[in-house]
């Protein structure tokens, strides 16, 4: 029972930077991670990044040096600063939350916010 609102994605050109935000509401007490996912066309939901309620930060391959995931717990808000964006990056990105009982890196819960578009092309 956790809703996710998310900021808006955007247009940027190759090398440019376009920050995502998502702030969650409901039961923030079994939240355990945030982070955000992507969906290219006709491509599977894939992580992007999370942050544990520990700290623990993870990222995709792909996106390791560019991007930054942070939070601000007052404000139950995560953060997503992408860098040195680059046309495979072109996606829609979904913030989620892994919320329960965690096992093996999988969550009870996955809790998805609306899919934003970020685009990068020249």
């Known amino acids: 029972q956790v809703q996710l609102v998310g900021s808006e994605g955007g247009a940027v050109q190759p090398g440019g930077s376009l920050t995502l935000s998502c702030t969650a509401s409901g039961s923030i007490s079994e939240i355990k991670s945030m982070g955000w996912y992507r969906q290219a066309p006709d491509k599977p939901r894939d992580m992007v990044a999370s942050?544990?309620?520990?700290?623990?930060?993870i990222y995709a391959d792909s996106v390791k040096g560019r991007f930054t995931i942070s939070r601000d717990n007052a404000k139950n808000t995560i953060y997503l600063q992408m860098n040195n964006l680059k046309p495979e990056d072109t996606a829609l990105y979904y913030c989620?939350?892994?919320?329960?009982?965690?096992?093996?890196?999988?969550?009870?819960?996955?809790?998805w916010g609306r899919g934003t578009q970020v685009t990068v092309s020249p």
């Open positions: 942050i544990k309620t520990g700290g623990e930060i």
């Open positions: 989620h939350a892994g919320r329960g009982l965690e096992y093996d890196g999988i969550y009870q819960y996955d809790d």
